[in-house]
């Protein structure tokens, strides 16, 4: 029964409210657009060419087009209130001239309560104004590449907050600024491809957007940060959201990507690394075409000399370090970096960038040229057939889209070894934050909010997927923290695919001693119910502080983690396995959280949760429901493991644990 409780709990959580009550919130995500699927309503000119919006029409002379989601958000409750929502939004986009001397258009983020802004000029004004304010809700973020001295507009690259009117209520020149506090421009009208993101503060209205060219992490200071009360004047109760462009005789390719939106929580991470990327081509003239020619041909020249004596050199010096790219590289991650630009970033991959080391290979960091700070990992093959397999579930991976994954940028071979690139991750592994020596460990909060973050990502890798992915090596190590302290489940090393109600076709036991399911002694097929395992054993040291497996225990004591637990769990004391260490939170709590690990340890694959199932008690009202009749059950089943006796819990003990 409590099955079908928490899948109607999911339900209502994950998506079926929207049709119960339209009201709650909008979450959508497009890595790219479909022709036959767009999924928002394209206006006029605008469509879809390939898989990204084209917004205006080379072949018009006077265009303009807009593309919105076609469901609209909730601004207010009333048309009177001052209170206004909050939402979160990311996009990439790319405006390309055709003639880089010619005027600049650019773009806009709009948000509107009309998908066509009566009286706006078709060809001017991002297709959205008049030349003088406008009296119907719209705001509008501009990504301008032009300069207009009349709309006091600072440069032709700048970024804009404009209210209902097309002269801004606030510019910033467009750029980011890194790590050193230092501001670095972006120029937009060069084709490259811009990352935006936009945080819209209703409870404080305050508007912030940021830009960095796709590559660069986000910069944590947002490019321009616009903060009045007035702009709760400029919503209405419900309003669209898209994009508006437009422009007049020249042409200015102007393209949106990718979109991510989200007005309930923080917009989801878009995969920028295999976007198309579009460049600029010369306009020149031909006499300066053939001195341009003449001028390339002495580069290209000195460039083949030089290459030749560089390679001969190189030839002597050692042995060649990656070969040619071979037909079957071409099936895989389009993303190659090379061999030495990794070199380069991990400074020789020295032992000052070692990360860590492990079994399956070496992590080392690193800093590419535009600053993006990357994690490396070098790992080796005995023969190319089985770095090709290797390659094949490697390249599968990096097509997973999930907050809670650790994101894959790409690859590179040198011989038989690959060197997977990853995001980094500032706060390093979870076991970290539990085990070792910090200066503060994490809280209960955060370590609820962590095991919430792993159990999303895991729910998405086996059945969010037109594949299962079945990850195989879940333990605590691998769980690695964002610079929010959020979790993020990483190394696919062992990771297996399959479809959907197919069993894999692999028999060989690999992962952890101490996350291995009972059942791989036996029978040494791995599907989703093991992963559950594994991160049943997870909650378990996360919610006690104690290792899987703890060689310092003491002969008359239990040195297996979960064992342990179900000791305590038999003599109704379960509460002693929280860790003493723990901040905040409340002991019904902890111990519900104690029972969702056992469940997910059950004995008996078939009685474990699901993950989907498992995401539902933990985003849920109700801790305990779900875990407890799987205990029951465990009880019955497992008496001979030790697993007798009640919880000891009738109800949730209100105190809080031990500072």
């Known amino acids: 029964m409590w099955k079908f409780l928490h899948l ?136 301008d590449t032009g300069q207009n001295m009349e709309f006091n507009d600072p440069d032709d690259n700048h970024i804009g907050i404009d209210l209902n009117n097309i002269v801004s209520a606030d510019t910033q020149t467009a750029g980011y600024y890194n790590s050193n506090g230092s501001f670095v421009p972006v120029d937009m009208r060069t084709g490259q491809n811009v990352h935006a993101w936009i945080e819209f503060d209703g409870d404080n209205f305050q508007i912030n957007v940021t830009v960095a060219p796709i590559g660069v992490s986000r910069p944590s200071r947002p490019t321009l940060s616009f903060t009045d009360p007035e702009i709760a004047n400029y919503v209405s109760t419900e309003m669209y959201v898209g994009f508006s462009a437009s422009k007049t005789n020249w042409v200015e390719a102007q393209r949106v990507l990718a979109w991510s939106f989200n007005d309930t929580g923080v917009a989801r991470d878009i995969i920028t690394t295999n976007l198309p990327v579009f460049r600029l081509e010369s306009s020149s003239s031909l006499s300066a075409g053939a001195i341009a020619g003449i001028t390339i041909g002495c580069v290209v020249f000195v460039i083949i000399c030089a290459s030749g004596a560089y390679l001969f050199w190189r030839s002597t010096q050692m042995v060649e370090e990656d070969e040619d790219v071979e037909d079957w590289e071409l099936e895989y991650w389009p993303h190659r970096f090379s061999y030495e630009e990794l070199s380069q970033a991990t400074d020789g ?139 993020r489940l990483g190394d696919f090393g062992l990771a297996k695919l399959y479809q959907h109600g197919e069993t894999p076709n692999t028999t060989r036991v690999v992962g952890t001693l101490g996350y291995l399911a009972p059942e791989l002694a036996t029978v040494a097929v791995p599907n989703s119910a093991s992963d559950v395992y594994s991160f049943g054993v997870v909650v378990l040291e996360v919610v006690c502080g104690r290792r899987p497996i703890d060689v310092t225990i003491e002969d008359d004591e239990i040195a297996v983690l979960i064992d342990w637990v179900r000791g305590l769990y038999a003599k109704e004391r379960l509460v002693e396995a929280a860790d003493d260490r723990l901040e905040g939170g409340n002991r019904g709590e902890v111990v519900e959280m104690l029972k969702l690990g056992l469940a997910c340890c059950h004995p008996d694959p078939q009685r474990r949760p699901s993950m989907k199932e498992v995401v539902a008690v933990l985003v849920g009202e109700e801790v305990a429901a779900a875990p407890a009749d799987l205990l029951s059950e465990l009880t019955r089943s497992g008496s001979d493991r030790g697993c007798g006796g009640g919880d000891g819990v009738a109800a949730p003990f209100q105190d809080e644990l031990p500072v």
Request: with cysteine.
């Open 8 to 143: 109607h709990l999911l339900l209502i959580l994950t998506g079926f409210s929207f049709f119960l009550y339209p009201c709650y919130g909008l979450d959508f995500f497009f890595n790219s657009f479909n022709v036959t699927n767009p999924g928002v309503d394209l206006i006029n000119d605008a469509r879809i060419d390939s898989s990204v919006i084209r917004l205006t029409n080379d072949s018009n002379q006077f265009s303009f087009g807009r593309a919105f989601y076609p469901t609209r958000i909730n601004m207010k409750q009333t048309s009177n209130s001052s209170t206004i929502s909050s939402f979160s939004t990311s996009f990439v986009f790319s405006v390309l001239p055709e003639i880089s001397s010619s005027p600049g258009f650019g773009l806009a983020f709009v948000l509107s309560n009309t998908t066509s802004p009566p009286g706006a000029i078709a060809s001017q004004y991002f297709g959205l104004f008049t030349n003088v304010p406008t009296v119907y809700p719209l705001l509008a973020v501009e990504f």
């Open 349 to 487: 991959f020295s032992n000052v960038q070692l990360l860590g080391s492990g079994g399956f290979g070496r992590v080392f960091k690193g800093i590419l040229p535009n600053e993006t700070e990357i994690a490396v990992k070098c790992v080796s093959h005995g023969s190319k057939q089985g770095l090709r397999e290797f390659m094949a579930e490697i390249s599968s991976m990096g097509r997973l889209q999930h907050k809670n994954l650790v994101q894959m940028r790409g690859w590179c071979r040198k011989g038989n070894e690959l060197m997977l690139v990853y995001d980094y991750m500032p706060n390093g592994s979870l076991n970290r934050w539990i085990f070792d020596k910090q200066e503060k460990l994490l809280s209960w909060q955060q370590r609820r909010q962590v095991l919430t973050d792993v159990a999303e990502g895991l729910s998405y890798l086996h059945h969010g997927w037109d594949q299962v992915v079945i990850h195989r090596d879940v333990k605590a190590s691998n769980v690695l923290l964002d610079n929010e302290m959020r979790g």
